[in-house]
DNA sequence: TAAAAATACTCCATAGGTATTTTAT
DNA sequence: ATAAAATACCTATGGAGTATTTTTA
């Protein structure tokens, strides 16, 4: 599982279409429709509805839309205080969002 | 950010050792020394004091081990959330502990 | 029939293994 | 001297692009 693929889900649903989601993550659609592929065998899981064009966020993933962005910021928070090396983040009186 | 990174991180952590972490991790020695520099490089950060064998986790990564399990956790639950399709999970009176 | 998505193909960088060398204890 | 880590070398695969084909609305 990456951050990477999260923020792909994200941008599809943000996006409403895989093509304008690859525009978004700087891929071409090939590429992007490819990388989806991908992540869903990943997963073990269809992530779309494919009979619909653009593509059709399945429920299930849409239902979880909010967990997907916080366990996103999540990672991207970690990735930042390890970067930073800043020890006391992890003591902060009120979390950040995504902590919450 | 992946969470394969996190989780050989953690590896280390408990090991002790890259070599030992490596096993764990079933990957050659080789490999995951390689591996785990390719994952410094991405984020920027020396995560080892390599003047000692086995080599000592920084004090930067050690204070956030937590953080590092957490954030791990939530990724697999997700991964899992996002498999089952159970829709109810995200309702739950009592998060798991990787959300709470 | 037009837009969206998937596929065929090609190419190069990533990531793995084995064997060997370097380094800290 | 020994155990741990790094490096050299080789190979396979992942993941990108362009061009083209298929499919839904």
Redesign the pocket.
Known sequence: MRL?WLEDILA?ADA???????ERR?????????????IEQALGVQL?D??????QLRPAVRDRLDQIARTAAAMRQLHNDLQLGDRRSGNRVVPPASMR
Chains 1, 2 share one sequence.
């Open positions: 990477e599809v409403g279409s895989l093509s304008v989601a690859a700087r891929l071409t659609q090939s590429a992007f429709s490819r990388r989806m592929q991908f779309f494919r009979t619909r064009k653009p593509v």
